[in-house]
């Protein structure tokens, strides 16, 4: 069965330094994992994804991540975080289902 | 272009009673999807639809629960005899190409807002 785990609820880092956003998933097969943001009162909008090429992936507004198949993560990860980034944030797993995880959302501190 | 657009954004409604979410997806897109999403979780999938094939219902949560896509384009989700647990926030999405092991990016409507009193 698959799953996908984001290990933080919330995620506060201060502008200008680099964000890290957890993501673990198990799946039975070689699964396709997506991070879409969520703006407040906004519809949720992908940011990047990975489907078995590069497992460094880079995506819109200086966000990446990295496929690791033998630690089952895809942490998603910008490194200097800006106030417009403040949002919520979604890895979704997807082979046989779409999953999403829960949720992280981040804070921005001046 | 015009993107995912969802009506009504907000929908307020007495237990018991039936209601109809209607998604206009993206002109072109082949697959269209509906998610539920409760505060503080993320989106749950409910169904899917391949043109007006309905491909997978096997997250809508009992037979209260309906969707169709009778054109092929604009799609309803029904709920019927609404129960206080219904309440949240129902999601459309749309994506070009059709879903299969390697699903697409999907463009996300704004979402209709449920309270059921």
């Known amino acids: 069965a698959q799953s996908v785990t984001q290990l933080d609820s919330h995620v506060s880092v201060s502008e200008g330094t680099p964000v890290l956003l957890r993501c673990n998933y198990s799946s039975s097969y070689s699964p396709s994992l997506f991070w879409y943001v969520q703006h407040p009162n906004k519809g949720l909008q992908l940011l990047l994804k990975y489907t078995s090429a590069a497992t460094l992936v880079k995506g819109i507004n200086g966000f990446e991540a990295e496929f690791k198949k033998s630690e089952t993560s895809f942490h998603l990860t910008k490194p200097s975080a800006h106030m417009s980034d403040a949002a919520e944030y979604f890895c979704?797993?997807?082979?046989?289902?779409?999953?999403f995880g829960k949720g992280t959302r981040l804070h921005i501190l001046p | 272009g015009a993107g995912v657009s969802q009506s009504p954004r907000y929908k307020v409604t007495k237990r018991g009673q039936d209601v109809a979410l209607r998604c206009d997806p993206i002109?072109?897109?082949?697959?269209l999807y509906w998610y539920r999403q409760a505060l503080g979780q993320g989106p749950e999938f409910l169904t899917y639809?391949?043109?007006?094939?309905?491909?997978?219902k096997s997250g809508l949560p009992n037979d209260r629960f309906s969707a169709e896509r009778p054109e092929g384009s604009i799609s309803t989700l029904t709920i019927q005899r609404t129960e206080q647990r219904d309440s949240a926030m129902y999601r459309c999405?749309?994506?070009?190409?059709?879903?299969?092991?390697?699903?697409?990016?999907?463009?996300f409507g704004p979402g209709t807002r449920l309270t059921v009193l």
């Open positions: 639809f391949n043109y007006e094939a309905q491909q997978d």
């Open positions: 999405a749309s994506s070009l190409t059709s879903g299969g092991r390697s699903y697409n990016e999907q463009f």
């Open positions: 002109s072109g897109h082949v697959s």
């Open positions: 979704v797993v997807t082979d046989d289902k779409i999953i």
